[in-house]
């Protein structure tokens, strides 16, 4: 029995803040991974090929052991998590290499997760707040006469999931999505995000006015944001966080006029 059984008490993990980086602990695991399955040298020579270095003069077991060490070192991070998707077993022993990788993932404080050998973003305090996935949700509305705008949201949601991501991209699609929704909506070839929401949520009211105005400065921030929705004039950086929260915005207000505006989908 563990100590952490014999005490009831569970390990604190860090927080899963960790992206596009590889920590020592996940290089490690990979590297005991491929020597496992493929022998030092096959494992030498799978890691050599990533880094485009022939390793076919190395065949002293401590000289493959210490130039493997080597190159696990030089591989960047995206290399390891490659390889760890490439060489990932067979769907009989997927299960149980998903649990040891997402062990290592935790135990690091990596936002990652495997899931039938494929790598994905890791949202816990999404999942805290019951919103972790809800970017989603607008693809399960966006049927029928709004099928043309699905590619968009979809393509969004894949920037998002990407790794690594592209906040941009998943920010410039969700939008175009939004709108594709609106031009449908209202009929027209060409309406701006900000004219449509203007005109569709407007009320005597003072709260449903600003609702549209909130929706028109969406609008306004993508088309501000340097390289999402026009050309990059400076390098300006978007967080995976900021990008999914546009992603989510556009997702609900999606939703919310396919089902206020329409009847018959």
Same mark, same amino acid.
């Given at each position: 029995?563990?100590l952490?059984s014999?005490l009831?008490?569970a390990?604190?993990?860090?927080?899963?803040t960790?992206?596009?980086?590889a920590?020592q602990?996940?290089?490690?695991f990979?590297?005991?991974h491929?020597?496992?399955?493929l022998?030092p040298?096959?494992?030498?020579?799978?890691v050599?090929?990533?880094?485009?270095?022939?390793?076919?003069?190395?065949?002293?077991?401590?000289?493959?052991?210490?130039?493997?060490?080597?190159?696990?070192?030089?591989?960047?991070?995206?290399?390891?998590?490659?390889?760890?998707?490439?060489?990932?077993?067979?769907?009989?022993?997927?299960a149980?290499?998903d649990?040891?990788v $997402?062990?290592?993932?935790?135990r690091a404080?990596?936002?990652?997760?495997?899931?039938?050998g494929?790598?994905?973003?890791?949202?816990?305090?999404?999942a805290?707040?019951?919103v972790?996935?809800?970017?989603?949700?607008?693809?399960?509305?966006?049927?029928?006469?709004?099928?043309?705008?699905?590619?968009?949201y979809?393509?969004?949601?894949r920037?998002?999931?990407? @790794?690594?991501?592209?906040?941009k991209?998943?920010?410039r699609?969700?939008? $175009?999505?939004?709108e594709?929704?609106l031009? @449908?909506i209202t009929?027209r070839?060409?309406?701006?995000?900000?004219?449509?929401?203007?005109?569709?949520?407007?009320?005597?009211?003072?709260?449903r006015n600003?609702?549209?105005?909130?929706?028109?400065?969406?609008?306004?921030?993508?088309?501000?944001?340097?390289g999402?929705?026009h050309?990059?004039?400076?390098?300006a950086?978007?967080? $995976?966080?900021?990008?999914?929260?546009?992603?989510?915005?556009?997702?609900?207000a999606?939703?919310y006029? @396919?089902d206020e505006?329409?009847?018959d989908?």
């Amino acid at each position: 029995m563990s100590l952490e059984s014999r005490l009831g008490v569970a390990s604190r993990q860090p927080d899963r803040t960790i992206v596009e980086h590889a920590p020592q602990v996940l290089r490690r695991f990979l590297r005991e991974h491929l020597a496992g399955s493929l022998g030092p040298k096959g494992a030498l020579t799978v890691v050599g090929a990533e880094l485009d270095e022939d390793t076919s003069d190395y065949n002293s077991p401590s000289w493959v052991a210490n130039r493997l060490d080597e190159l696990m070192a030089d591989l960047d991070w995206l290399s390891v998590y490659r390889l760890l998707e490439e060489h990932r077993p067979s769907r009989r022993s997927l299960a149980a290499y998903d649990t040891e990788v $997402n062990v290592v993932l935790a135990r690091a404080g990596v936002a990652y997760e495997m899931v039938e050998g494929e790598f994905h973003r890791l949202d816990e305090t999404g999942a805290a707040f019951g919103v972790a996935g809800g970017e989603r949700d607008a693809l399960e509305v966006l049927v029928g006469r709004f099928k043309p705008a699905r590619e968009h949201y979809l393509l969004a949601v894949r920037a998002l999931d990407a @790794i690594p991501a592209r906040p941009k991209d998943a920010i410039r699609e969700s939008v $175009n999505a939004l709108e594709g929704v609106l031009k @449908i909506i209202t009929g027209r070839k060409s309406v701006s995000l900000g004219d449509a929401a203007s005109e569709l949520v407007r009320d005597t009211t003072d709260w449903r006015n600003a609702l549209g105005a909130s929706l028109k400065s969406l609008y306004g921030y993508v088309s501000s944001v340097p390289g999402a929705r026009h050309s990059s004039y400076t390098d300006a950086e978007v967080s $995976n966080d900021e990008a999914a929260l546009v992603v989510r915005m556009c997702g609900a207000a999606i939703v919310y006029f @396919i089902d206020e505006h329409t009847i018959d989908r």
